[in-house]
Each structure stands twice: as C-alpha cells, then as structure tokens.
C-alpha cells in the first residue's frame, strides 16, 4: 500500500512538472511565431514611426534596459546589507521575526500599489518627475525583498567553521563579512540578482505612474528624462492603438525582444554564478 502511494505521488510530481514545461513552450512558442514576423535589424534599431505603425522598438529597449539596471543598482546594495544584518548581526529572535515579518509583507504587495507609492514620493515629494530616477527607484522596492530573502539564505548557508577560522586568525567581525562570508555567498547573492532583474524588467503598473511615456522618438539623455519602456509599449499598443492590424504584429514583436532581454541577462548572471561557484569550491 504504501509503495503504491509513493509511486501515485511520484507520477503526481511528474505530471506537474510536465505541465509546467508544457505550458512554457507553449508561451515560448506562441509569442515567437508571431513575434518572429516583424522582428528584423530595423525593429531593433530604429525608432517608431507614423504613430506607432511602423519603425522600430530602440527607444523602448533602451528604456527597459536604463530602467533594470537602475533599479539593482539601488535594490542590491540595500538588500545585501539588510541580508547581512539579519544574519550576521542582529540580536534577539523577536526582532528578526518582526523584521521578516515586513519584509514577507513587502513582498505580497500587488506591484500597482508600489507604483502609487512611487508617484506620491518620487515624482511628487522629492520632485523627480515622471523619469528614469522615479521608476528605478520604485522598481528597486518592488524587488528589494526578493534580494533580500535570497542574500540572508546565501549568508546562512555559508559553514560555521569559516567564519571561526577567520576569528582564529585575527580577522574582525566585518572583516570576516567582507573577505570570507561575502565572497563565499556570492552565487547565491546572483541567485536573488537574476530573480529580482526578470521581475523589474517585465514589470507594467509601476512604471505607468512613474517613468513610461506612451510615445518617444528619441533616446532620453539623463536620469530625469521619461522613458519608454518594453512592457508598457506592449500595453499600449494592445489597448490604447487606433490601428490594430499594424500595431498587434508589433506588439508580439516588443514580447518576443522583452523575452530575449530578460533571458539574456538571466544568462549573463548565471554565467557569472557558475564562474563564482567554480573560483570558490569547499
């Protein structure tokens, strides 16, 4: 009976994962066939044109891409110092709940709030406008407890016996953080990188209220510019085109490239986690 049960549960399991990869291909698939049609040299490198009908996605691509790396630029210093202090440093059981606790809650937050969030203080409070600086900063909360988790795991699960071979030798508590601990949670720190970079690279709501315009023919030249921008290019051209039979096929062509963005730069950080991995073996 009960092997009978483990081999049901087994097949379950299977079932699932099967399912899971079905429905990926499926997606993968679907966007690419359609998105294979107008994606060309020209709809990568030139800019929209009569009203969106035409041109390319450049402005678009570059917006995203501004938009990403500004937010781990801010979210991953952050999180990684709140990792450490929660692993390394903070005292009392109570207080690590609580603060776990908001960090959980921070993370269950539908992304539309973290964009009114984002407009009340960054394009209004501090006066920063609807830009690049708004949505990286907002993108960067909205992403901050997914670093946050995957550092504190990576911190903790770095052995006991090299923090005290570190204290044995004379080292000071943050000069084992920074020359032992760091280093040696360095894959796993990527790990929370790669996460958090797909989920601010494809978000929508955020960016509506604090950095994407609907239209841009040129590339912004600071910080404080408004931006296009992969995801709300998609959004607008399903919902807000007045010529569908141009505007659709370019649509599954921006899905098709934020698809490939995203995975290209997964690819980057785990190439980068598998050389880290290598370079510290224990």
Same mark, same amino acid.
């Given at each position: 009976? /009960?092997?009978? #049960?483990?081999?049901?549960?087994? &097949? $379950?399991?299977?079932? @699932? %994962?099967? =399912?899971? *990869?079905?429905? !990926?291909?499926?997606?993968?698939?679907?966007?690419?066939?359609?998105?294979?049609?107008?994606?060309?040299?020209?709809?990568?490198?030139?800019?929209?044109?009569?009203?969106?009908?035409?041109?390319?996605?450049?402005?678009?691509?570059?917006?995203?891409?501004?938009?990403?790396?500004?937010?781990?630029?801010?979210?991953?210093?952050?999180?990684?110092?709140?990792?450490?202090?929660?692993?390394?440093?903070?005292?009392?059981?109570?207080?690590? /709940?609580?603060? #776990?606790?908001?960090?959980?809650? &921070? $993370?269950?937050?539908? @992304? %539309?709030? =973290?964009? *009114?969030?984002? !407009?009340?203080?960054?394009?209004?409070?501090?006066?920063?406008?609807?830009?690049?600086?708004?949505?990286?900063?907002?993108?960067?909360?909205?992403?901050?407890?997914?670093?946050?988790?995957?550092?504190?795991?990576?911190?903790?699960?770095?052995?006991?016996?090299?923090?005290?071979?570190?204290?044995?030798?004379?080292?000071?508590?943050?000069?084992?953080?920074?020359?032992?601990?760091?280093?040696?949670?360095?894959?796993?720190?990527?790990?929370?990188?790669?996460?958090?970079?797909?989920?601010?690279?494809?978000?929508?709501?955020?960016?509506? =209220?604090?950095?994407?315009?609907?239209?841009?023919?040129?590339?912004?030249?600071?910080?404080?510019?408004?931006?296009?921008?992969?995801?709300?290019?998609?959004?607008?051209?399903?919902?807000?085109?007045?010529?569908?039979?141009?505007?659709?096929p370019i649509a599954y062509g921006t899905a098709?490239?934020?698809?490939?963005?995203?995975?290209?730069?997964?690819?980057?950080?785990?190439?980068?986690?598998?050389?880290?991995?290598?370079?510290?073996?224990?």
């Open positions: 009976m /009960r092997g009978k #049960k483990e081999l049901l549960g087994i &097949l $379950a399991i299977r079932i @699932s %994962v099967l =399912f899971v *990869l079905v429905s !990926l291909f499926a997606v993968l698939i679907f966007i690419g066939l359609n998105g294979l049609k107008v994606l060309n040299i020209g709809f990568l490198f030139e800019p929209p044109k009569e009203g969106m009908t035409k041109g390319g996605i450049l402005p678009a691509i570059v917006g995203s891409l501004g938009l990403s790396l500004g937010s781990i630029c801010f979210a991953l210093p952050l999180g990684v110092l709140s990792a450490i202090y929660l692993a390394e440093y903070a005292k009392g059981k109570r207080l690590i /709940r609580v603060i #776990k606790m908001g960090i959980n809650a &921070l $993370a269950g937050v539908p @992304s %539309v709030v =973290f964009g *009114l969030f984002g !407009l009340a203080v960054f394009v209004k409070f501090f006066g920063f406008g609807v830009s690049i600086l708004s949505g990286s900063l907002t993108l960067g909360i909205l992403i901050l407890p997914t670093i946050i988790r995957a550092s504190e795991e990576a911190v903790l699960a770095v052995p006991q016996d090299f923090r005290e071979a570190s204290f044995a030798l004379g080292a000071s508590k943050w000069q084992t953080v920074r020359r032992v601990v760091l280093p040696t949670a360095l894959p796993g720190i990527l790990t929370g990188t790669i996460l958090g970079i797909g989920r601010a690279a494809g978000e929508t709501a955020p960016i509506m =209220f604090t950095a994407a315009t609907f239209y841009q023919r040129g590339l912004p030249h600071s910080i404080f510019d408004e931006v296009m921008a992969l995801p709300y290019h998609i959004y607008a051209l399903m919902t807000e085109g007045t010529s569908p039979q141009y505007q659709v098709l490239v934020l698809l490939l963005l995203v995975l290209g730069i997964n690819l980057v950080a785990i190439i980068m986690r598998t050389r880290a991995r290598r370079a510290k073996k224990w």
